[in-house]
């Protein structure tokens, strides 16, 4: 095969997102169809992810132009990405199918989103890296607002987003403008080979700021300590199904990055960058928890509790290590929280629709509905018991693998932080669940949309998502297997 038809493969996963794109494009100008809007959309996130994998397994180029690159390292994680689109594309669909609204476009905005999210999976480049960025974030502005005129909060939330993103995007490229002054390079590759870090000259030292600079970026885009001030009310403000993506598929995208350039610190002389990322996890444990307490809306105990979360991956990536252990421990949080929150949030937008509309994510009503929906009401139950880390769960291996690499590394300060946040999580999540409980059923509406098959095919979906986090649990050996071979 000559190299020519390799650039063609190389660019493939693109091209198929590009090319849906284009037929929802002709959906929304020729006649609007939701239903082939949707089938396009899931057909071409599928074909970019067989399309990767194949040129991924078959060929032994690793990266031709725009410094992309195809790499073993990263697949588990561009897979993850893949599936919480394609979640966020099934689930959009319950959402939308009996709206009146312009409903093709959320697809549209979550396929441009999708090309970004390859760009910065894929590319080894710091500015072809914050082009992505851009071209991930400003779609999701769309996806967030797509309701801003029945909710006014949802507006608010897209608006503040969109301020925190201009900050943090102003902050990568003055990072990315210091690193391309000392060195006259962008390539993360040369950049680490040369490893500049461990020259004791002036333009080490700008390097050094510029990497400081996109190390702030990546923060405020995880939100995490201590720019977290704001996660709570976009997370309030914001559909239930904006949020799935936003938690899971945006986020592992910015932990690939992030993942990427903390490679410039293996092997360095900078002990700085340890005991900084230490603290910022210490914090962001101890803040996201105690704060989460003091919450009376489930959403925004759920923002609270992803500052968290992000902290508990970070700590596979502080401690990193060439042991395989270390790898399989990020491995295996990740993938705990992207199916943790994708059956909370799934099954908070279907419980949504039987709620009062200005009082649906108050905790106290959830009272009673047990009684009125069992089976979601159990996904969320067995959700959050995994959130918290109980036993019999996934999110119980999770905690066990974070535990067994701080052990290895003596690490107890960051131990007890962890048995912390689980105690703090476990006692929220105990005196959610007691509501459901309760009698008091009378500010439950008998919506008539929870009698359609299409109410119904989506509660058993979210259900059998949540059975698996006893599964995956059960059945251990087994994803472990695959987590190795990713």
Not at 175 to 194: A, P
Not at 290 to 299: D, H, R
Request: aromatic share 24%; hydrophobic share 55%; charged share 10%.
């Amino acid at each position: 095969m000559n190299f020519t038809l390799k650039n063609f493969f190389f660019i493939s996963p693109f091209l198929a997102l590009g090319f849906s794109i284009i037929i929802n494009l002709l959906i929304i100008i020729i006649k609007r169809n939701f239903f082939l809007s949707f089938l396009s959309t899931v057909f071409g996130l599928i074909l970019s992810v067989c399309c990767y994998y194949y040129f991924l397994n078959n060929f032994d180029i690793k990266y031709i132009y725009l410094q992309c690159f195809y790499d073993h390292i990263y697949s588990f994680y561009f897979f993850m990405f893949f599936l919480s689109s394609l979640f966020t594309a099934f689930f959009v669909y319950f959402w939308l199918r009996d709206s009146k609204l312009n409903r093709e476009e959320f697809y549209l905005l979550l396929l441009i989103s999708n090309l970004g999210g390859y760009l910065l999976c894929l590319t080894n480049d710091i500015f072809i890296f914050y082009i992505g960025m851009e071209l991930l974030s400003f779609p999701l502005l769309g996806m967030m607002s797509y309701f801003s005129f029945t909710n006014s909060n949802n507006l608010l939330s897209s608006f503040q987003y969109f301020v925190i993103s201009s900050i943090s995007s102003i902050f990568a490229l003055l990072g990315i403008n210091l690193i391309y002054l000392s060195y006259g390079n962008l390539s993360i590759t040369v950049l680490q080979e040369n490893n500049y870090l461990l020259n004791l000259d002036d333009k080490s030292v700008i390097f050094l700021f510029g990497i400081i600079f996109l190390y702030i970026s990546f923060l405020m885009k995880f939100s995490m300590f201590p720019f977290y001030f704001w996660v709570a009310d976009i997370y309030q403000g914001i559909s239930c199904i904006s949020l799935m993506y936003f938690s899971n598929a945006i986020k592992i995208i910015f932990f690939v990055m992030f993942l990427k350039f903390c490679r410039f610190f293996i092997g360095s002389n900078h002990l700085f960058f340890f005991y900084f990322l230490k603290c910022i996890i210490i914090f962001s444990i101890i803040f996201g928890s105690v704060l989460s307490l003091y919450q009376k809306n489930f959403k925004r105990f759920l923002g609270y509790s992803s500052v968290a979360n992000l902290a508990y991956l970070m700590i596979p990536v502080l401690l990193q290590n060439c042991e395989q252990s270390f790898d399989l421990a990020m491995k295996i949080y990740l993938f705990c929280y992207f199916l943790n929150s994708s059956v909370l949030f799934g099954a908070m937008h279907l419980i949504s629709r039987v709620l009062e509309k200005n009082k649906r994510y108050l905790l106290e009503n959830y009272e009673g509905i047990f009684w009125k929906n069992p089976v979601l009401s159990i996904a969320i139950i067995i959700s959050s018991f995994s959130m918290a880390g109980m036993p019999f769960t996934i999110g119980f291996v999770g905690k066990l693998y974070l535990l067994k690499i701080l052990m290895i590394k003596n690490q107890i300060f960051l131990i007890l932080c962890v048995f912390f946040g689980s105690a703090v999580s476990l006692y929220y999540y105990f005196n959610f669940i007691k509501l459901f409980f309760y009698e008091n059923t009378k500010h439950i509406s008998n919506n008539s949309f929870i009698k359609t098959n299409l109410f119904i095919f989506s509660k058993i979906f979210v259900f059998v998502l949540s059975l698996l986090i006893i599964l995956f649990n059960l059945n251990f050996n087994l994803l472990k297997v695959i987590f190795l071979h990713f």
